[in-house]
């Protein structure tokens, strides 16, 4: 298995070492590509936390220049600003970049890691040998995100007590794409397509709800309060809300800045005792992974 990583980063410090530390044993990685990128209506809606190169203020730059000297397999490219004429799609640019390294060393397949998305070291296996296994006729597949619940309210509990399920943490988001020549982020950056324009889209396999498939943990909403904040204002900038179901997204968001114990979710969503894996790099000293905590949210089912 030849497999290149592309992993978008703005301020991620809060993450990376031990983002890097999770991953750089992966078997089979040949490449692990870092683009530095602020979208420019992210740039314009939180100017204080993107430099005027577009690039981050938190040390992220100069941590992954320190890291691309140090392993040669990681690429670091400080892009910057990137924009789109639909603002939506202001990401297509900056995901070009890691493409752009896959299209020059033709991996397999190109696997896309968030800063904030972490699997456990099995499960990189895990996914390796199916994706060794699915026929040509795939050309992407689709595994279901845990999405860890800390916001700034209960940020003293450990991190991995409460996950939250339902409403926009249901949608699921494809991350593994088989490479194929040319293949690019033109009109979505959530999907790429080839040259001739034919979409991802219509050859995903889905793993989402098939037990004992693998599973990406998700620290997004577990992540710093200011940081989530400002995204969750780039989101509306960039058009969130506009139809029914992105209005869904925009409450969901927005709740991690307002809940409490004992406060509903929009949309059905519902907060939960996690008893799944826990990356290694985030293991405490002592875990008791069947640990059965008290839900701190009446009414909240």
Same mark, same amino acid.
């Given at each position: ?36 990128? %602020? ?13 005027? %190169?577009?690039?981050?203020? !938190? ?6 220049? =320190?890291?691309? *000297? ?32 896959? +299209?020059?060393?033709?991996? *397999? ?19 390796? @040998?199916?994706?060794?296994? &699915?026929?040509?006729? &795939? ?10 619940? $800390? ?36 009109? +979505? ?16 396999? !889905? ?5 004992? /498939?693998? @599973? ?5 909403? /577990? ?16 058009? =969130?809300?506009?139809?029914? @179901? ?7 968001? %927005? ?14 969503? $519902?907060? &939960? ?11 405490? @000293? ?16």
């Amino acid at each position: 298995m030849k497999l290149l990583l592309g992993t978008l980063c703005l301020n991620e410090m809060e993450h990376l070492p031990k983002l890097y530390a999770q991953h750089k044993g992966w078997p089979g990685l040949m490449r692990w590509v870092f683009v530095e990128s %602020a979208d420019c209506v992210y740039a314009e809606t939180n100017p204080a936390l993107v430099t005027p %190169a577009g690039l981050s203020t !938190d040390g992220t730059s100069e941590w992954l220049k =320190e890291l691309a *000297e140090r392993d040669p397999r990681v690429t670091y490219i400080p892009y910057g600003l990137s924009q789109h004429a639909d603002p939506a799609q202001g990401k297509v640019a900056s995901r070009q970049c890691y493409l752009d390294v896959a +299209n020059a060393e033709e991996p *397999e397949f190109v696997l896309v890691l968030d800063a904030d998305e972490y699997y456990t070291r099995p499960t990189q296996s895990d996914i390796c @040998q199916l994706l060794r296994t &699915v026929p040509a006729t &795939v050309w992407a597949a689709k595994f279901r995100q845990r999405h860890i619940w $800390r916001p700034a309210s209960i940020a003293r509990e450990p991190l991995f007590r409460w996950e939250v399920l339902g409403g926009y943490w249901r949608v699921a988001h494809c991350r593994a794409w088989r490479w194929r020549p040319g293949m690019c982020y033109a009109a +979505n950056h959530n999907t790429p397509e080839l040259p001739d324009g034919s979409s991802y889209g219509s050859h995903i396999i !889905d793993y989402v709800s098939r037990p004992g /498939a693998p @599973q990406c943990i998700h620290l997004g909403f /577990a992540s710093s309060a200011v940081l989530r904040a400002a995204k969750h204002r780039y989101y509306v900038a960039r058009g =969130e809300g506009v139809t029914d @179901q992105r209005q869904m997204y925009v409450d969901c968001r %927005a709740a991690f800045e307002s809940w409490r114990p004992g406060k509903k979710l929009p949309h059905d969503a $519902r907060v &939960v005792a996690y008893r799944g894996s826990i990356p290694e790099e985030l293991r405490p @000293q002592s875990v008791n992974v069947g640990h059965k905590p008290r839900l701190p949210v009446r009414g909240n089912k």
